[in-house]
């Protein structure tokens, strides 16, 4: 069973476009969060929600939206897609800010 | 200067070889230090994780922590092809809510 799932695995997408990148963790976890990976592999923390409340909101454009139906799911929505919004989304998860959990990540390119 | 410190690499060792990696940081109160482990087009695992100083041990893995130095390793006795992969530095102190992530260093394991 896949403990954080995430969709889809890859999006192309033309510059200007809306889309949104979903998250399942099926772990009992109380926290997720969104990371960006860039092409240097350097991960960089955009959100977290705990209990569906957001606590971490880093310095990221507007277009980025994070939503969370519930405990459970944490979606990524972005407007208005830009060249440099090209890069691997990451979902994760913890237990109390302990050890993190990730999906597999969201290949998003920008054309 | 960044909070953490890691050397890109990339690092290539024949098969058998002992590995280390390291990072270095700079804020003293980090107190929880992890390993993750990322294969290509998947997300980080963890691997080790250790809190304040010390050494921990599993299997081939061996995490050693030195906070007087602000220094933290990872060895890897008799490497394996399979160990080939990009291995990410990851602490926290005891009151944030997020990991602050090393660069990564990417590992190539000749057989």
């Known amino acids: 069973d896949t403990a954080v799932s995430q969709t889809p695995k890859y999006l192309v997408t033309q510059m200007g476009n809306d889309k949104s990148i979903k998250c399942e963790q099926n772990?009992?976890?109380?926290?997720m969060y969104w990371y960006k990976q860039d092409s240097k592999k350097f991960l960089k923390i955009m959100f977290s929600?705990?209990?569906?409340?957001?606590?971490i909101n880093e310095t990221v454009p507007n277009r980025f939206s994070p939503k969370s139906p519930d405990k459970a799911h944490l979606n990524l929505h972005i407007n208005s897609l830009e060249l440099g919004d090209s890069a691997v989304y990451f979902c994760?998860?913890?237990?109390?800010?302990?050890?993190?959990?990730f999906g597999s990540g969201t290949q998003l390119s920008v054309l | 200067q960044k909070e953490v410190e890691q050397d890109p690499g990339p690092l290539s060792v024949p098969e058998g070889a002992i590995v280390s990696l390291n990072c270095t940081y700079s804020n003293s109160a980090f107190q929880y230090f992890m390993w993750y482990r990322q294969y290509s087009r998947k997300g980080p695992e963890l691997l080790m994780y250790t809190y304040s100083s010390g050494n921990k041990e599993d299997g081939r893995f061996t995490a050693q922590v030195d906070k007087s130095s602000k220094y933290i390793s990872l060895f890897i006795r008799d490497s394996q092809p399979s160990d080939s992969a990009t291995y990410l530095c990851?602490?926290?102190?005891?009151?944030?809510?997020?990991?602050?992530f090393g660069s990564g260093t990417q590992l190539t394991v000749l057989p």
């Open positions: 772990l009992g976890h109380d926290t």
């Open positions: 994760a998860s913890s237990r109390n800010n302990e050890k993190l959990f």
């Open positions: 929600y705990n209990n569906k409340e957001l606590i």
């Open positions: 990851a602490m926290r102190s005891g009151s944030a809510r997020q990991l602050t």
